[in-house]
């Protein structure tokens, strides 16, 4: 039984929040600066969130420093409780739950997340899922503005779950974006991408990933995450 940490993105892997991320940062940006078309020109596939606001604030003409971009988020996460909870178009993808469990009953595997969203940010859009509290540990946007630094912590924090050095596990980033594909091969990380997203399975190919499937309840997807199962 190799040790392995499985690293999950979450929007366009775990759940869809039906565009409630989107609305709560135009709803920030707006309180905050005045101007709710910041982030109006650039797609969030695959940015973490402190990235997402430099941009938006960066659009606008407003200063950009830390804390500027802590104003920008602490209203983000007001709105977004309100968002997630009205959103109708809120999903969770296929497999998801199956995925959850096996892991869960793998003592040699550390289940965790690797998002941009940060740390509370990522609850609020699990929690409506109850997903949230199936991952004891993860990397997320809060602990670096680039995407592999903070996949490499949360790799980081899987191994000394599993009572590991870093480099005596085998890492796989699940995630749904070239983003996600580029920061994995970043830190030495194997990849499984789902076209669960705005990428189809011929672009996350194109852009490198270890392994593709559709969806995580794909033929050979099980056999990707669980081969000594």
Sequence with gaps: MHPTILLFDIDGTLIDTGGAGRRSMDRAFEGVTGRADACAHFSFDGMTDRAI????????GASVDDAAIDRVLVAYLEALVAEVAASTGYITHPGIDRVLDRAAEQPHIALGLGTGNVRDGARIKLDRASLFDRFSFGG??????????LLDAGARRGAERLGKGRDDC???????????IAAA?????????VATGRFVP???REAGATFVCDNLLSPGAFAI???DA
Excluded at 140 to 149: L, V
Excluded at 171 to 179: A, E, N
Excluded at 186 to 193: D, F, N, V
């Design 185 to 193: 091969r970043a830190i030495g990380a194997e990849s499984l991408a």
């Design 202 to 204: 011929e672009a996350l």
């Design 225 to 227: 995450l669980f081969p």
């Design 170 to 180: 085998r890492v796989v980033i699940i995630g749904d974006t070239p983003k996600d």
């Design 140 to 149: 997320f946007g809060c602990d670096h503005e680039d995407r592999a630094a």
């Design 53 to 60: 606001v430099r941009r938006g604030l960066d659009a606008v």
